[in-house]
Nanobody, 125 residues
Framework: QVRLVESGGGLVQAGGSLRLSCVSS????????MGWFRQAPGKEREFVAG????????DYADSVKGRSTISRDNPKNSVFLQMDSLKPEDTAVYYC??????????????????WGPGTQVTVSS
């Protein structure tokens, strides 16, 4: 079992930045590929960014590419999402997710096994 807890969300003005964090507990963190997803009211959960077990490969949704950076710190069992130049359309609940094995990067929500409870990000115009 893997337990994930996100933090770092909040209210920010358009153009601002936020750094989301997700801490994992349970099975060895480095075994898992990690992803960030988001879900806005009335919309489906969508992929934001993903990173393989050793950070060797990352992927981003087109909507955040160039504005966001995913990273991980395996000794600290943590994955991060740095988001810059935030826009009102980035407003959503952001979720951290994990899947095994760690070397295969997935971009669909139904391909991830473990999920955190989410953290709210609100970007005001």
């Amino acid at each position: 079992q893997v337990r994930l807890v996100e933090s770092g969300g909040g209210l920010v003005q358009a153009g601002g930045s936020l750094r989301l964090s997700c801490v994992s507990s349970g099975r060895p963190f480095s075994n898992y590929v990690m992803g960030w997803f988001r879900q806005a009211p009335g919309k489906e959960r969508e992929f934001v960014a993903g990173i393989t077990w050793n950070g060797g490969r990352t992927d981003y949704a087109d909507s955040v590419k160039g504005r966001s950076t995913i990273s991980r710190d395996n000794p600290k069992n943590s994955v991060f999402l740095q988001m810059d130049s935030l826009k009102p359309e980035d407003t959503a609940v952001y979720y951290c997710a994990a899947n095994f094995p760690g070397h295969i990067l997935k971009t669909r929500a139904n391909e991830y096994t473990y999920w955190g409870p989410g953290t709210q990000v609100t970007v005001s115009s």
